[in-house]
């Protein structure tokens, strides 16, 4: 992180396609913005980048940005 912008975001995730494809995409929105922006990221956003998910997949976009912020909060508490 430079600047309050996150430079680089990458966490392993283990699960289907759509897990893995919404984690990736989860990342590659995040990478570039600030923290808020990057938090303030919804389901909505990831589902819209991907062009869609399979009918009753939309919650998996949701593991993505839990981790994400789980990852910023983690980064946070550990440089103050």
Not at 37 to 54: C, F, H, Q, R, S
């Amino acid at each position: 992180m430079k600047d309050n912008v996150l430079e680089d975001v990458k966490f392993k995730t283990f699960g289907c396609v759509v897990a893995i494809s919404t984690s990736s995409m989860v990342t590659r929105l995040a990478k570039g913005r600030t923290i808020d922006e990057a938090l303030a990221l919804t389901n909505k956003d990831v589902i819209d980048a991907l062009g869609g998910l399979p009918e009753g997949k939309d919650r998996c976009s949701g593991f993505a940005l839990d981790a994400l912020k789980l990852a910023v909060d983690d980064y946070i508490h550990k440089n103050k």
